[in-house]
């Protein structure tokens, strides 16, 4: 990286806003925590990727930022998709695993052993809920989110769609789905505050541009265990 660029990257650092957040998982916190494996920071800690969760599901798709967000949604919609909770993932077994191998590479990387592993990704399904989907007419998964609610946030720990399916805005639906689950899991308990979406600045441009359409924004952090 060039030294003008690093000083910009320093400088953008130092110009995100701090929050303190709790977390009542205390793996996650374990793993937030942790010291970066190249700096001296904590693993999540700088440039955490937030979305400020909104006072109603409908505030969220509203205004000029959300264009792409509600285009793909409708997208999504008019291709015969629907957000639905997936009270049994198992039962989609063989949709999961069309998913995860639909495309061995992900945002330059292969795809992990875990997601190509019929038992592994049984017991994952067995274990992990809540998980969102994007369902056709015939039921069948196109698209998957897995929101792991912790305290103060609501993490998204995966979100994959199925090659065919990502041109038709199946990520978009899935979020906007989800993040209305969550406003009203936060107008039921008061929690979560946010979601988190891993981190903002290590992300590909095509990651970033998501994060950006879908109004996350980057953040420092730190994390309190509850």
């Given at each position: ?184 899991a936060r107008n039921k308990t008061g929690y979560p505050l946010y979601m988190m979406y891993d981190t ?27």
């Amino acid at each position: 990286m060039h030294l003008r660029a690093c000083k910009d990257l320093i400088a953008s650092f130092l110009k995100l806003p701090k929050l303190t957040l709790s977390l009542n998982d205390r793996t996650l916190y374990n793993y937030f925590t942790r010291r970066h494996r190249l700096l001296l920071i904590p693993n999540k800690s700088v440039g955490v990727a937030l979305l400020q969760l909104p006072s109603d599901g409908g505030e969220y798709l509203a205004g000029s930022s959300k264009q792409a967000l509600r285009t793909n949604c409708r997208k999504a919609e008019r291709s015969g998709l629907r957000f639905a909770v997936i009270d049994r993932p198992i039962d989609y077994l063989s949709d999961f695993m069309l998913i995860h191998t639909s495309a061995p590479i992900r945002q330059g990387r292969e795809m992990a052993a875990a997601y190509n592993d019929k038992d592994l990704v049984t017991q994952y399904l067995l274990k992990n809920k809540p998980i969102y989907g994007a369902v056709d007419a015939q039921n069948r998964l196109h698209g998957y989110l897995h929101l792991i609610y912790a305290g103060e946030v609501a993490v998204i720990n995966r979100l994959l769609g199925h090659h065919d399916a990502l041109g038709l805005g199946v990520m978009y639906l899935l979020m906007a789905g989800a993040v209305e689950e969550a406003v009203a899991a936060r107008n039921k308990t008061g929690y979560p505050l946010y979601m988190m979406y891993d981190t903002y600045f290590g992300a590909k441009p095509g990651l970033r541009y998501f994060k950006d359409r879908t109004g996350f924004k980057p953040y420092k952090v730190k994390w309190r265990l509850a």
